[in-house]
């Protein structure tokens, strides 16, 4: 283990991963690999065996158990400070959450978590990637400190009812892997200041490929636009779509 090469080259840099679910699992194994030293875990779910295939930090023994209580057991003997939060990025908790960390990787199943991760991470200025996958496609977004593009330049709103999600949707597997490991891709060019803001990585699984493009700064949007109006976090935002908010 002590000669494994590390990647990283700011190994005090704080991560924090919300939804240690297809997304998060393979995040935070990368990212530990790679030589992060303190990860913060914010996720409220148990573990459930219809999931095992993709959430590659758990196994059959698992099942039943919190999430980031198993995780951290398991991400400790790499070496990782691991940070429990066991609750959701909610909207009461969401900017001081995220403020206590350098970088956010938000891996979480829904609309309204994605949003709120969105605004909190840049009224904190602190640098988002972002990570999706229903079906057989995936999205990475890596956004910056301050200033746009950002997830609401590419998507300006919560969709009616909430749009699809890998509970409803389904996923593949795989799409969910390769999507974790362009995030956590990001995650460490971001860390180590190379210029990646505005990058959209599209895999789709039905063709095997992956498409690398940088999104432009929409003028009128509300969180980095020219005359931005977004500059708190309003519960009311967040609910309409997502039945499970408290
Ligand atoms: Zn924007």
């Known amino acids: 283990m002590g000669t494994v090469k590390r990647s990283i080259k700011r190994p005090e840099a704080r991560v924090l991963i919300i939804g240690v679910g297809g997304l998060g699992s393979p995040l935070a194994l990368v990212l530990a690999h790679a030589g992060v030293r303190t990860l913060g875990l914010a996720d409220d779910d148990l573990i459930e065996r219809t999931n095992l295939h993709r959430q590659i930090l758990f196994d ?6 919190r999430k980031t209580d198993v995780a951290r057991r398991k991400l400790e003997p790499l070496g990782v400070h691991v940070e429990v939060h066991q609750s959701r990025l909610l909207p009461h908790n969401a900017l001081d959450l995220v403020s206590r960390y350098d970088l956010v990787v938000e891996g979480s199943d829904n609309y309204p978590t994605k949003f709120l991760a969105a605004d909190a991470c840049r009224l904190a200025e602190v640098p988002v990637v972002h990570g999706a996958a229903v079906r057989w496609v995936g999205t990475a977004l890596a956004v910056g400190p301050s200033g746009g ?8 709103d919560l969709p009616e009812g909430g749009g699809p999600n890998c509970a409803t949707a389904g996923v593949v ?8 490991a362009v995030q956590a891709d990001l995650a460490l060019a971001l860390l180590d200041g190379q210029p990646v803001e505005g990058t959209l990585v599209t895999f789709d ?42």
Do not use: H, M, N, Q
């Open 60 to 65: 059959d023994a698992d099942v039943g158990l």
């Open 149 to 156: 593009p950002c997830y609401r330049c590419l998507f300006e």
């Open 173 to 180: 597997g795989p799409v969910v892997g390769i999507v974790a």
């Open 205 to 246: 699984g039905k063709t095997d490929s992956l498409r690398r493009r940088s999104i432009a700064p929409r003028a009128s949007c509300p969180l980095c636009g020219l005359e931005r109006t977004l500059r708190s976090i309003e519960r009311s935002r967040y609910v309409p779509a997502d039945p499970c908010l408290p």
